[in-house]
């Protein structure tokens, strides 16, 4: 009997360092193989940037503009093209796409711009200049995924600052935040994403004067907004402002501006790979912006469309809609129903932004951009329906 427990206890030892050395084999290939010794863990832990399948859906997710180019100026682009020297490295400095883009947007000659292959790389840049480890970028949340992606990308901290329910900004727990944190650069979507409002300007003006660093006022959704921050760029010197050519209609050639004060810039310039602006995107977006009247058209359409789609959906009792001044809608469904009537809506082929899962003040909340007048129909009926 005694011999028996002896040997089932000897049998049980044997069995759990063999288990141990398994684990710790497998452990070693990890390692072996680089991944974890290697790959810094908060790069392991992000999430890659969730794009979804589109394909032959109606795409609302997105906030592109649904609008192309009549065809004859697709014909003259085309004739443009003709002419590019592929063989040749672009203009490293896009001295000729700058001016066009400083007349096209009103840029003071007092400051200075900074071209990216979209805002993104701006963003990215303007954190690759004052990264240092443990150092904090701030914004207010929720806002544009991007800042705390490329925060941590970067290496440094991100603070996100809760605006209040209506999502305006907490004007006391900003400034306490910035007193704290000290923060590099404070990000300020204007109209914010996701939530579509402008923050109070003059709100916006204390927080410059309390930050200690920059502060980037991101105009991506300027062509649907009458507010802007270049013309404060002379009050303040610590003020960047960022804007894209994506949302006004050339979400597919990548092309973003940073404006702001030449010394500022010519320290981000630093960080720029040379060409980051390829010879086709400089062609096309100085060809685009000598029509400037047709993206400005459709804006104003999208902004009358955005106005009726609210007011539609304002009428709609179960679901709370918040004011837009950008080419997107964010609205509000009942309690735990957001991704059923998200995939209610797809399953009727239109492709929204279901952002339940953020959490947070965007649990039950879905996001719509404005499409053409036909798409924007389809999606209302979709919502009916799956609100029923
Ligand atoms: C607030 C904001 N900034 C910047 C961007 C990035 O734009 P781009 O296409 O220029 O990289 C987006 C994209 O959705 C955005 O919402």
Redesign the pocket.
């Known amino acids: 009997m005694h011999v028996q427990r002896n040997i089932a206890l000897l049998r049980s030892l044997i069995c759990k360092q063999y288990m141990a050395s398994k684990q710790l084999s497998s452990r070693n290939t990890v390692s072996l193989t680089g991944i974890d010794r290697w790959i810094r863990p908060e790069i392991c832990e992000l999430k890659p940037y969730y794009v979804p399948d589109s394909d032959d859906l109606i795409k609302l997710d997105?906030?592109e503009n649904p609008y192309t180019w009549p065809e004859p100026l697709v014909d003259e682009w085309l004739e443009v093209l003709r002419n590019v020297s592929f063989n040749r490295y672009p203009d490293p400095a896009s001295r000729k796409l700058k001016q066009r883009l400083c007349s096209s947007f009103a840029i003071p000659d007092t400051v200075d711009v900074l071209l990216?292959?979209?805002?993104?790389?701006?963003?990215q840049m303007i954190m690759l200049a004052v990264s240092v480890p443990d150092r904090v970028i701030l914004a207010p949340e929720p806002?544009?995924s991007?800042?705390r992606m490329i925060t941590i990308t970067t290496g440094m901290k991100y603070v996100g600052v809760p605006l209040q329910s209506d999502f305006n900004l907490d004007v006391d727990a900003m400034l306490e935040a910035i007193a704290i944190h000290q923060p590099a650069v404070v990000f300020l979507?204007f109209?914010?994403?996701?939530s579509g409002n402008l923050f109070d300007a003059e709100t916006m003006c204390m927080l410059i004067e309390a930050s200690p660093g920059l502060v980037v006022v991101?105009?991506?959704?300027h062509a649907f907004a009458d507010k802007t921050f270049v013309s404060r760029m002379e009050d303040y010197k610590n003020l960047l402002v960022?804007?894209?050519?994506?949302?006004m209609g050339l979400?597919g050639l990548?092309?973003?501006l940073l404006i702001g004060d030449a010394k500022w810039l010519d320290e981000i310039n630093k960080v720029r790979l040379p060409y980051n602006i390829n010879i086709l995107v400089q062609v096309s977006a100085e060809f685009a912006l000598g029509h400037q009247h047709i993206f400005d058209k459709q804006a104003r359409q999208i902004c009358r469309d955005r106005d009726a789609m609210l007011a539609e959906l304002r009428r709609l009792d179960a679901i709370s809609v918040y004011p837009s001044h950008a080419n997107f809608i964010l609205f509000r469904v009942p309690p735990g129903r957001a991704t059923e009537i998200f995939e209610s809506i797809k399953s009727r082929d239109v492709l929204i932004k279901n952002l339940h899962n953020a959490g947070g003040m965007l649990a039950d909340c879905l996001r719509v951009t404005v499409g053409k007048p036909d798409e924007n129909r389809a999606f209302m009926e979709a919502l009916k329906a799956a609100m029923k």
């Open positions: 997105a906030m990216g292959n979209g805002s993104d790389e701006l963003i806002t544009f991007m800042y979507s109209p914010n994403n996701p991101d105009e991506a959704y960022l804007r894209t050519l994506s949302k979400a990548r092309l973003g």
